[in-house]
């Protein structure tokens, strides 16, 4: 297994500047490599694939959905009935219509509700990644770090994988990452008490 230290910039530009900066260091180009993450969903578009078949706070929303259109029909039905007298059948079913999909949409958000939302740490954002083989030619992990932390790197960070051919090999977008370091840390942290 070799350590790898990550980076993840919000844009390319600053990913390509991040691998400059690492050649300028060093550090040989067949133990760096970059790719973009797709945002969470999204991630089965990479050829590496496979996603969640769900977000993850929306495991119960179909149940939900079922529910609130069954409610919201006999809701419906009635109200239809109630304008029989003025548009015939046709307001009949619109009623039903209106119920059923008025009772699916707030089913469903009630189940999403209900569920425990991920946090920022459970879920890898869509980002440009630039990865460093810390572990090939004995290099320091802190000052990889140290690199992707003044370009600017939103989130660093640590991994335990497979580096192969000049890629990190057995990267999983589903994965949450253990972070070190970056932006985004930093500003999830509570703030000190004065």
Known sequence: MATIIAGGFGTEVQAQATVRQLLDAGVPLEDICTFRVNPPGEHHALPAGGDHAASPGAKHAHGGAVKGAAIGAAVGAAAGAAAIP????????????????????????????????????????????????????????????????????????RAEGRWANGVWADFDPTTAPHLIGGRRRRSERPHAQR
């Open 86 to 157: 003025i548009f015939g059948p046709a307001g009949f079913a619109a009623g039903v219509g209106v119920g059923a999909y008025t009772g699916s949409l707030v089913g469903s958000l009630k189940g999403i509700d209900d569920e425990l939302q991920p946090d920022a740490t459970d879920v890898r954002p869509a980002e440009n990644l630039v990865a460093v083989n810390v572990g090939a030619g004995g290099r320091d992990a802190k000052t990889i770090a140290a690199i992707f932390r003044v370009c600017g790197a939103q989130q660093i960070e």
